[in-house]
């Protein structure tokens, strides 16, 4: 008799175990296929399932918990917390207080998951109110409430409540500090706080490696990273990795990230899904398209945002066939598209002027997949009416879209007008753009040229005049190119790069040449009021021609350079490149702030449709 009782026992422990692995894996459908098949379930089997309905939030998942819980014989605190959590992750404040109101045992752990789902869900009064109620505090309860202001961004009344936290020795605590003070783009005082840590988890340096990143300090973020490598008592998680790779991503620092990848392939990181894919996005945001590919077939396991990297990559790059073939075999393989997906599409058929098809994208993600639009999907579709020449159709959807366009939206309306000298709508835009941000130079960059382009220079002193009152700081064009490890950065007209008398004979002959094989330089890219032969000779020393001349007399021959913009490339250059890369018989690859131009032979892969 002993011996069954110990056998059944065994037996138990061995089911909720088997639920529990499948639940820590994300694996719902597998943790209810273990349950069903548990032939004696105890509360903790239950609980166990219970918690990974909570988790796994979405339309029917509270229904599946309460359905659960109902089952439960003996329900117990953690059933009780654990049904409470599912309340709150679903949004059901209301069912939540019900639950809490009747619930017959509260243990510390109720009240906690009371205050912090009331503070996540905006019920900040509230929650103050039942923290004042609780009975008994732990550490957890304050780590709730300062978690709960810097959600709102109330960084005073979140610093407030972390000086008056009776215990400070608590990883947690400061880290919501740090987090929120990066999130509101306070650097420094973000950094006081972590300085002053009297201990830090690996969540600790996390807040810090991303805060950098969010900030636009991705070298600070890389260097942190090299610091927690090296430091014996944290080792970096997916997480990190995911962070560090997108700096790498924003500086274009391929070789970092190559070594980053190395560094993974020796940890048991390498079979992380999160890892593979940030590795994916990290190569095709770099222009290392096959390197990508290469990792993305190999990976053993993908979920949709593998998938949405890897499209996303295609449509970056100009493969929109290659893009939409992926996009086929994803539905093939049973990964449903999700809203990121379709971004992802819409933007391939940017890329190639599928305007026809990117519509019927469009409709097709609502009636058969019942996504409905966001506002990124509607800045696609008006830049993919915009590339087509249809800008009062692009008009008509930017003034249809059921909430406030995004900035973006009047940005491509406005880049369009320069193109098809279309003043009226140009100045439409820009006056919206001006009117939603007052500094945003690039409203008043853009109208100036197309006043330029136009010869209305009265219109364009204008423009300036109104720059200068609004104290708007124009944000320089610049050009970069990392040859052996080091990046070089050059503007236009450049006077400090220490090699540019080799540059300036490099391009010298260069021109000669192009202009040999019937190059002329397109003088509406030489937005200044002097005369042709000074606006040929300024062109000619844009920074993005610096850039590739110094990279040509820098590398071997036939070595690919890969040239990177901060604003969009000129058009004049993009043309010189084509010519260049058949003078001197190497692929240029050119990345501005929206898609990679693979310049070969003569041609380019955008087919000069940007």
């Not at 590919?293 to 990297?309: G, T």
């Not at 019927?360 to 019942?370: L, P, S």
């Not at 995004?406 to 369009?416: I, N, P, Q, R, V």
Request: charged share 20%; aromatic share 10%; net charge positive.
């Amino acid at each position: 008799m002993a011996l069954r009782s110990s056998i059944l026992a065994v037996a138990r422990r061995l089911n909720t175990a088997a639920v529990v692995a499948a639940i820590r894996s994300g694996d719902l459908a597998g943790a209810e296929v273990a349950f069903a098949s548990t032939r004696v379930k105890t509360t903790a089997t239950y609980n166990c399932l219970l918690a990974g309905y909570a988790r796994a939030t979405g339309p029917g998942r509270l229904a599946d918990a309460r359905h659960l819980f109902d089952r439960i014989p003996q329900p117990d605190a953690v059933s009780y917390n654990t049904l409470l959590s599912c309340h709150f992750a679903n949004g059901d404040v209301d069912g939540a207080r019900r639950l809490f109101s009747e619930m017959p045992m509260r243990d510390v752990t109720s009240w906690n998951t009371m205050v912090s789902g009331l503070s996540k869900n905006g019920a900040l009064e509230e929650a103050k109110a039942v923290f004042q109620g609780m009975p008994v505090r732990n550490a957890v309860s304050w780590n709730a409430m300062v978690a709960g202001f810097v959600c709102f961004g109330d960084m005073a009344a979140a610093e407030e409540w972390f000086r008056n936290a009776p215990v400070k020795e608590n990883a947690v605590l400061w880290t919501a500090m740090v987090s929120g003070y990066m999130d509101e783009g306070n650097v420094q005082k973000a950094m006081e706080f972590f300085e002053a840590m009297p201990v830090r988890n690996l969540v600790s340096w996390n807040a810090i490696v991303s805060g950098y990143v969010k900030n636009s300090r991705a070298s600070d973020a890389l260097r942190v990273f090299k610091t927690m490598v090296d430091n014996d008592t944290v080792q970096p998680n997916a997480s990190t990795i995911s962070s560090v790779l997108l700096g790498c991503s924003n500086l274009s620092a391929v070789e970092f990230g190559r070594q980053i990848h190395q560094w993974c392939m020796k940890l048991p990181l390498s079979k992380s899904a999160t890892v593979s894919t940030s590795l994916v996005s990290m190569y095709c945001k770099c222009g290392n398209l096959d390197d990508a590919c290469k990792l993305f077939d190999d990976m053993h396991r993908r979920d949709v945002v593998a998938w949405n990297a890897m499209i996303s990559g295609y449509a970056r790059h100009g493969h929109e066939g290659k893009a939409m073939k992926l996009f086929g075999k994803m539905k093939d393989e049973g990964v449903r598209p999700d809203w990121i997906t379709f971004v992802a599409v819409l933007t391939a058929c940017i890329h190639t002027g599928l305007c026809d098809f990117g519509m019927r994208c469009f409709e097709t993600m609502q009636k058969v997949y019942g996504i409905e639009p966001r506002v990124d999907h509607y800045s696609c579709m008006v830049d993919l009416l915009c590339r087509a020449g249809l800008l009062e159709r692009a008009v008509n959807m930017i003034r249809s879209m059921p909430f406030e366009p995004h900035l973006s939206a009047y940005g491509t309306l406005l880049t369009a007008c320069r193109i098809y000298k279309n003043l009226e709508f140009a100045e439409f835009a820009a006056g919206k753009l001006i009117e939603q941000d007052p500094q945003n130079a690039g409203a008043y960059v853009q109208l100036a040229n197309i006043y330029a382009i136009t010869n209305r220079w009265a219109d364009v002193s204008r423009v300036r005049r109104w720059m200068k009152d609004n104290a708007v700081v124009k944000t320089p064009g610049y050009s970069w190119i990392e040859i052996k490890g080091v990046r070089h950065e050059f503007r236009s007209n450049d006077r400090l790069h220490p090699q540019l008398d080799l540059i300036h004979d490099k391009l010298d002959r260069l021109e000669e040449l192009m202009k040999a094989m019937g190059y002329t330089p397109d003088l509406d890219f030489a937005l200044h009021d002097v005369e042709e032969r000074l606006k040929a000779q300024m062109l000619m020393r844009h920074s993005e021609k610096l850039a590739i001349a110094f990279g040509l007399i820098s590398s071997p021959p036939g070595m690919s350079l890969r040239i990177f913009k901060n604003l969009r490339v000129c058009g004049d250059c993009h043309n010189a490149a084509k010519f260049i890369s058949k003078i001197e018989d190497r692929e240029i690859i050119l990345r501005d702030t929206t898609r990679f131009h693979h310049f070969r032979g003569g041609s380019c892969s955008c087919g000069d449709y940007w």
